[in-house]
Structures are given as C-alpha cells and as structure tokens.
C-alpha cells in the first residue's frame, strides 16, 4: 500500500475519533498538542488504526508516536 493512501486512511480515522474533519487535518498535527486527543482518545486512535488496516500494533510503542504523518509511517512498517 502507498504511503500516500496509508496517511490518507490515518487522517480519515483520526477525524472519526476526534470528531473532526478530515481537512482541517494536516500531516504535521501532533495528536494532543495540535487535535487535542486526550489519553482515552489516544487509546481509541491505536484501536481504531489495528481495525482499519487489520493489524496489531504493540500498544506502548504506538502510544509514542505523536504526530498523523509519523503513525503512518510506523503502520506502513506493519503493512510491509
């Protein structure tokens, strides 16, 4: 899957968690800093990425990752 395509996907689901819209997302946004996730939220964004691309990620190395472009780049390793 293109890169392009797996940060297209992350932004759409990041919307749908944080109630957003996918364009006032940008790949750059830091999940708190930026969208405001809150810690249940950032739960919610690891669960609601496994379901969207089918894979089990490691929960506290997903937790770390803080902004939409570098999630896609750590599941675009998992979809490898």
Do not use: C, H, W
């Amino acid at each position: 899957m293109a890169k392009k395509e797996v940060l297209e996907r992350v932004i759409k689901v990041t919307g749908k968690v944080l109630g957003l819209e996918p364009s006032e997302i940008k790949p750059t946004d830091n999940f708190v800093f930026d969208l405001g996730a809150e810690s249940v939220q950032s739960v919610e964004l690891v669960s609601a990425f496994e379901a969207e691309f089918n894979i089990d990620m490691d929960q506290e190395q997903a937790m770390a990752v803080a902004s939409v472009e570098a999630a896609a780049d750590f599941i675009a390793k998992y979809l490898k």
